[in-house]
């Protein structure tokens, strides 16, 4: 009976394939490597958070929207005007006086207009002489709006002390006014409080003065209006 007893212990530990002696040390070696795992782990981890943190590309800084803008140059503001600016009354062209003077028809109504900040030499004035180059300041602007529907600008006069509209006159998306001064057919010519292009108009003498055009050339010693 004790033999039979004790076979039957030893059939029972057999049952999972392990001897009563190494089920332990199986035991104890599943611990360690369940320890072992636990310490390596977060540093495993690490080490490929590290990895991945070195291999994504750094992200280039974004332009906020509201980040602020460099100002406009001096330079900028005198460049030559050649976009029509809004507002602009229509206005037909009916006749060309001389280089800054021209009649327009308003809603079937004539209108002399003085073009607003430059002169002209004097073609027309029988109390003075012919200016140099103001023939060809009038055929100039015989070609820029003669028999044309042309865009008249205001500036803060109504008229002058002749009852002559005051403007800038725009033809073909250009001033015509900054087109006389910077091809040399015209002075600037600025009357308070008539100021908004004064500058442009100073800038473009300057050019045309510099590079020797028109009336600023030698054929014109001394210009005069």
Partial sequence: MAFALGNGSQDRANTDGRSPLTAPRARSGERNLRVVGLVFLPVLLF??????????PASSPSTSPNAATPAASASAAAAPVSTNPPGLQEAKVTKVVDGDTIHVNIGGQDYKVRYIGIDTPETVDPRRPVGCFGKEASQRNHQLVE???VGLEKDVSETD???RLLRYVWADGEMVNATLVREGYAMASTYP???????????LQREAREAARGLWGPACASPSP
Avoid at 193 to 203: C, G, I, K, Q, T
């Fill in 193 to 203: 409080p008539d100021v908004r292009y004064s500058e442009l108009f100073a800038s």
């Fill in 47 to 56: 080490g490929l958070a590290g990895c991945s943190a070195a291999e994504a």
């Fill in 147 to 149: 028999g044309k529907t």
């Fill in 161 to 163: 002390s002749f009852g």
